[in-house]
């Protein structure tokens, strides 16, 4: 049975500075990895998605990379904001006979505050 | 465009009661979820469907019934609430397989 991990469970930094976020998966035939952010009383956004034929993703200040032999996933997010602030959940797409259904297996988060 | 619309927000049911959480998409998708969760915890899935009029259990299905009529729809529906059914749901949805998940804002349920 897969399980995600995510470490740490609560990160304070202060404005500006650059930041990584870990994950990882204990089944490393993965179909797909995903990042996430969830404000507080509010459903998820998608920030990336990695193929499992990928080794990284970048969307502007964010870059996700993805190491399967290892288990591994880290989140760079640089220049943090206060708008950053937020929970940023792992989640790993199974892979099942070639496909996942989409279904995903979400670690706990990390809570991230950046204060200005 | 909406996205996925969840209803309601809030709910506070008695033990033994039953009721349907509602969720609705507006982008086409084939694929939908719906996923459970608890404070300090992941979410965890309970039941998903691949097209209307098909759907399948996901990690946590007791207690939960589904079904899938129209592609735009996905109602879950607890049938005899229980305390352990206490939590937050979430509804999502995506285009394929591999394509990012699109998340409701989510349906706090309390049971007492």
């Known amino acids: 049975k897969q399980e995600v991990t995510q470490i740490p469970a609560a990160l304070s930094v202060p404005e500006g500075e650059n930041l990584v976020l870990n994950c990882s998966f204990t089944d490393s035939a993965i179909y797909n990895l995903q990042w996430f952010r969830q404000d507080p009383g509010k459903g998820l956004t998608s920030l990336l998605l990695i193929q499992s034929s990928q080794r990284e993703q970048t969307s502007g200040r964010l870059n996700a990379s993805l190491d399967k032999s290892s288990g591994r996933s880290t989140l760079y997010i640089a220049a943090s904001q206060p708008g950053d602030s937020a929970t940023y959940l792992c989640a790993v797409g199974n892979n099942a006979g070639g496909t996942s259904y989409g279904k995903l297996t979400f670690g706990q988060g990390t809570i991230l505050t950046v204060h200005p | 465009n909406a996205g996925v619309t969840q209803t309601p927000k809030f709910r506070i049911l008695k033990i033994g009661q039953s009721m349907t959480l509602q969720c609705a998409q507006d982008?086409?998708?084939?694929?939908m979820y719906w996923y459970r969760q608890d404070p300090g915890m992941g979410l965890k899935l309970i039941y998903y469907?691949?097209?209307?009029?098909?759907?399948d259990k996901g990690e946590v299905p007791n207690g939960y019934n589904v079904s899938r009529s129209t592609t735009e729809d996905f109602p879950l529906r607890l049938e005899l609430a229980a305390p352990s059914q206490t939590s937050v749901y979430f509804c999502a949805s995506s285009y394929s397989n591999n394509s990012p998940l699109h998340f409701g804002n989510g349906t706090r349920l309390t049971v007492t």
């Open positions: 469907s691949v097209g209307a009029g098909i759907t």
């Open positions: 982008m086409n998708h084939n694929y």
